[in-house]
């Protein structure tokens, strides 16, 4: 369900593992895995797990030899998770990965060679049902197109010479991605490619950058082209760790407008007047809010002056005062009690919502 008036261009949907990307299904999250891939076991398998639980619905692997992508496809054996094989210069690490039960192959058309090798790609891909996302970056577009003045343009037509292989081949289960370092070429290539296809789109800034510019860029890019209804799927690249990821996506579509069964957490940003210690409350409690698979407001405000005053239609909220908290439900004060068990209330009402 969306934002009243808010409404997604239709794409026909592909399947990627278990999630379905495109159509009218819920827009899917995705990140990349920050490690090289060098062993699997019961640790790997846990924190793919939490990646999971945390709302991350696609996970992508970089494949950079053989043994990455054997190793891929060992994890796809036993991960519920649906596991990605991004590749690069070498089409014979998609095949290898071909072999095993992968979600999807990622490949870039500007490094992975000639045509005859996407042809292998494709038909490989085709024989197991696996989806392809044709991964178009401007930093890698093939040598003519890079000659291009205007960049956008050409990773349309980046993407459009390797759309016309996979249709040459009947091969229908594309999602693509048009990716630019520059949030304008980036919002720019992806309205072009949704003006002329129904192929869902996969959004994101590549090369983002570290935490601050990177989730900027990101938000003014993903912000704009899912309020333009265009994108089915994102990732927010950041040179920070998946989780961060993560929760970046989750947030900004939120603040999209679509309903998602996420909590929305508010806090003021604190000042002289604060008297309660909101960042540190939250750490305690962040873990707790991350399982609360609802559609709530979580409001923790530094002093009485916020909260629950402009906090008044928060679900659950808590302020305080140097010897007091003050726990409100939709404006309205539920509880007071001693800040030393300002912790243990709050997680009591938590539950509650849980329930």
Not at 130 to 157: D, Y
Not at 220 to 244: E, K
Request: aromatic share 6%.
């Amino acid at each position: 369900m969306n934002e009243k008036g808010l409404k997604r261009k239709y794409t026909h949907p592909v399947k990627v593992g278990d999630i379905s990307i495109g159509g009218n299904f819920p827009i899917a999250v995705q990140t990349m895995w920050k490690q090289p891939l060098q062993e699997v076991d019961r640790k790997l398998i846990n924190r793919i797990k939490k990646l999971k639980d945390l709302g991350c619905d696609i996970l992508r692997f970089a494949v950079p030899d053989e043994q990455a992508a054997h190793l891929l496809g060992e994890l796809s054996k036993i991960s519920t998770s649906a596991l990605v094989a991004d590749v690069h210069f070498d089409y014979k690490l998609a095949l290898i990965a071909l072999d095993y039960p992968v979600a999807k192959i990622r490949i870039n058309p500007g490094n992975i060679g000639a045509k005859w090798k996407v042809k292998e790609v494709i038909l490989k891909a085709k024989d197991r049902e696996v989806p392809i996302r044709v991964g178009v970056n401007s930093g890698s577009l093939p040598f003519k197109l890079r000659q291009l003045k205007n960049t956008a343009h050409a990773m349309l037509e980046a993407a459009e010479q390797e759309l016309e292989i996979c249709e040459q081949y009947n091969f229908k289960h594309i999602i693509f991605s048009l990716k630019s370092s520059d949030a304008h070429t980036t919002i720019k290539a992806n309205t072009l490619f949704s003006e002329r296809y129904d192929y869902p789109l996969h959004l994101g800034v590549t090369e983002a950058g570290p935490l601050i510019p990177g989730i900027i860029k990101n938000t003014a890019a993903l912000y704009t082209l899912l309020r333009m209804g265009i994108g089915d799927t994102i990732r927010v690249s950041l040179s920070s760790d998946s989780v961060t990821e993560i929760e970046a996506a989750k947030a900004i579509i939120k603040t999209v407008g679509y309903q998602t069964a996420e909590p929305n957490i508010i806090s003021c940003p604190t000042c002289g007047r604060t008297i309660f210690p909101v960042k540190d409350f939250y750490e305690k409690i962040k873990g707790n809010i991350e399982k609360l698979h609802k559609d709530v407001t979580i409001a923790i405000m530094g002093c009485p002056v916020n909260g629950p005053g402009e906090a008044r239609a928060a679900d659950l909220g808590i302020t305080g005062t140097q010897k007091h908290v003050i726990i409100f439900k939709q404006g309205k004060v539920i509880r007071r009690e001693l800040i030393k068990n300002a912790l243990s209330v709050f997680l009591e009402e938590l539950d509650r919502i849980h329930e």
